[in-house]
């Protein structure tokens, strides 16, 4: 200590220089974006206690015999496993400081020991350990910092599987300075600092040991390492250290529990296990229950509100318009579908009234005739397409797996869906996405669901492009083409996965169009709003196309989840913090609008609410195809439990309830649960018959 304060007054002036020039620093680079809040008010104040820190750290300088350097390398492998704790929680935008969970500081800080240690077992020596374990640490939190202001929620141990898919939209996005950048860097500097003073230290007395003698260390840290681990995340105890994840929200489960064991939770409750009672009898009595019931209750009547005959109709379209063609008789029980998966396509209102300058979405929401409309539930918010696109086309729920990325983990062989169900009954199948092909893995994934052609961005010449995407209008002239190319009488499924209302929204490269008009400071909302007018007016031309059109068609477009606007203007909405809402409460934020429309008569009707996994169903019945088991054991499911979600469920009189609740659907859950499992996990032992249609 005495040799500390001696360095310390004999580099004075050094060491005032070094200070002004950090605290000016500072100042400059918090002022651009200070706002008078307590927690900026606190990220302020650390600011500048660290860029103390920092000074003093520097000035350290180690002495001592060799007996003491075990116990100073110990001083600094603790304090680097303080420092990378500290600076990771800052970067997440944790509550841990705020809430002062002692108990989970301790776990995170034994973990991050453990990953210290483990380096160090490789490496041999403290200060390198530090710099290369602090280093991949800090640069990790700073990718999680800009994914969670992206996207409005942490990295995911799962989202190993969309590092293409991020990095193929990352351009798009705009990387800005922030407090909690500012003061986890200073953190980081601190950690680089004391590694460096303890270097020359370490190394005057650093002697190689033998093999044996590492090999020793690493079962001893290995064992204590999976003591712990069982310890906390698998025995017993587990339930007094109260860890749980919750899928319907994420980011309040790593802000109470800290980045690096709520991590560790996910991955322990990611562990996939068959339902209980599941087996091969038990599947084939269910198919054998849903395939001689009689008089089966269904989404939309026991013929479906759109069920056609066989007539004589001459149709095609040309680009010119409407062209008489030769008339032929055709079934007309296949309707072509057209379904349009549209980006980030929300009404935020579902949350709580807003004023606009105008309707963004006036055409969408004024059709009426030959429409059923309603609220649709998707499995998440603001990113994660792939997991609504998945649960629509094979009408498998996320419930079963909801800590997982079905497309990259489960889709890796030929797999039963909507696609199958459409192909048995004659149709070709179309899928488009104005984007990398490569995106979610769907090059391959599509094949397997029986895709017969995709078309990626490279299949669109001289498309309109709007903030570097695609625009609506161009993906739905595609959708036109595709249907204008296939012979008369053929039926056609087009499934359109648009990117044009895609994140982040603050790039100020579209007019603004719609605005809000109760708040100025909302900028990403104004654009996402202007976008949702492009979108409507696109959509407007589509339906106006089909209007002329004689074949029948359906056209059904949905949102795939609501999308990444800033959380303080969710808050307003809300009118109180993400983190205190009700189950029930953060529902909404699973809302999107889905419009199903139709050139010819079908029975009007609004839809209170539907998640995602039923739409197919819905879709099937109101064309009036053929359901296979599976669709028409989902079709009676509907009628009592309208919303399967990855965090809960809703019943039809509107009551939310989780799944660890025994209620009278509980039974009913599980034999879902048994279904699907059989369906995405069966392999040799599917039931084939369940996806087979009659």
Not at 399 to 424: D, G, N
Request: net charge negative.
């Amino acid at each position: 200590m005495q040799t500390w304060i001696a360095t310390v007054v004999k580099n004075k002036k050094q060491n005032i220089i070094a200070l002004v020039v950090l605290y000016l620093a500072v100042i400059l680079c918090t002022g651009l974006f200070f706002e008078d809040t307590v927690q900026e008010t606190a990220l302020f104040i650390a600011a500048f206690v660290w860029a103390t820190l920092l000074v003093g750290v520097y000035n350290l300088s180690f002495t001592g015999t060799q007996k003491q350097v075990k116990g100073i390398r110990m001083v600094c492998f603790c304090a680097a496993t303080l420092l990378s704790f500290f600076g990771t929680e800052i970067l997440n935008d944790n509550h841990l400081f705020e809430n002062t969970y002692i108990l989970y500081w301790i776990l995170n800080i034994i973990l991050y020991l453990f990953l210290y240690l483990c380096v160090n077992i490789f490496l041999h020596r403290t200060w390198l350990c530090m710099v290369v374990t602090g280093s991949v640490i800090y640069a990790f939190g700073v990718v999680n910092h800009f994914v969670l202001c992206f996207r409005g929620g942490p990295i995911l141990p799962w989202d190993i599987y969309a590092v293409q898919t991020a990095i193929s939209v990352s351009g798009t996005y705009r990387l800005s300075l922030s407090a909690p950048l500012i003061v986890s860097g200073l953190i980081f500097a601190n950690l680089l600092v004391l590694a460096l003073r303890l270097r020359p230290f370490e190394m005057q007395w650093y002697v190689p040991r033998k093999a044996r003698y590492y090999a020793k260390k690493s079962v001893g840290v290995a064992a204590l390492a999976v003591s712990c681990f069982y310890l906390i995340f698998i025995s017993p105890a587990h339930s007094w250290f109260n860890l749980e994840m919750y899928p319907w929200r994420y980011q309040y489960s790593y802000h109470r529990m800290g980045y690096l064991v709520a991590s560790v939770e996910n991955i322990c409750e990611s562990i996939i296990i068959p339902p209980t009672g599941y087996g091969t009898k038990k599947v084939q009595q269910l198919v054998a229950k849903v395939k001689t019931a009689q008089d089966a209750p269904s989404l939309t009547g026991p013929e479906g509100t759109g069920a056609l005959t066989e007539e004589t109709v001459p149709v095609q379209a040309t680009p010119e318009g409407i062209q008489p063609q030769s008339t032929q008789t055709q079934t007309t029980a296949t309707p072509n579908l057209i379904v349009i998966m549209n980006e980030s396509m929300a009404d935020l209102e579902v949350i709580n009234s807003f004023n606009t300058s105008d309707e963004p979405l006036a055409f969408f929401n004024s059709l009426t005739e030959n429409t059923i409309r309603g609220n649709l539930y998707t499995p998440t918010i603001g990113g994660g397409t792939c997991n609504t696109e998945y649960e629509f086309l094979t009408g498998n729920s996320l419930q079963l797996f909801p800590h997982a990325t079905p497309y990259q983990q489960f889709v890796t062989s030929p797999s039963k869906s909507l696609v199958s169900t459409l192909k048995q009954q004659g149709y070709t199948a179309l899928a488009v996405h104005p984007y990398y092909d490569t995106g979610w893995s769907r090059n391959k994934v599509y094949p397997f669901l029986g895709f017969d052609t995709f078309y990626s961005s490279k299949d669109f010449r001289r498309p309109t492009m709007v903030r570097g995407y695609i625009s609506d209008i161009s993906s739905f002239k595609k959708d036109i083409e595709l249907f204008e190319q296939k012979q008369p009488g053929e039926p056609l499924f087009i499934f359109n996965v648009t990117m044009q209302n895609h994140s982040y929204y603050d790039t100020g490269k579209i007019k603004q169009t719609v605005t809000l008009t109760d708040y100025d400071q909302f900028r990403d909302v104004n654009e996402y709003l202007s976008l949702l007018r492009m979108t409507d007016e696109a959509f407007m031309h589509l339906i106006s196309y089909f209007k002329k059109v004689e074949e029948p068609t359906l056209i059904l477009m949905f949102g795939d989840h609501q999308p990444a606007v800033s959380d303080d203007f969710i808050e307003e909405l809300y009118g109180k913090p993400l983190d205190e809402l009700t189950d029930e409460e953060n529902m909404r934020r699973y809302i999107t609008p889905f419009v199903l429309w139709a050139n010819y008569d079908i029975e009007e009707k609004e839809i209170d609410a539907i998640s995602a996994n039923y739409l197919s169903t819905l879709l099937l019945e109101t064309a009036g195809l053929k359901l296979t088991p599976y669709n028409s054991f989902l079709s009676q499911m509907y009628d009592t439990i309208p919303v399967v979600g990855i965090g809960g469920y809703m019943s039809a009189d509107r009551k939310f309830y989780s799944y660890e609740d025994k209620t009278p659907y509980t039974q009913m859950l599980n034999e879902y649960s048994i279904l699907e499992y059989n369906n995405v996990f069966g392999g040799l032992l599917q039931n084939k018959t369940a996806f087979a249609v009659n």
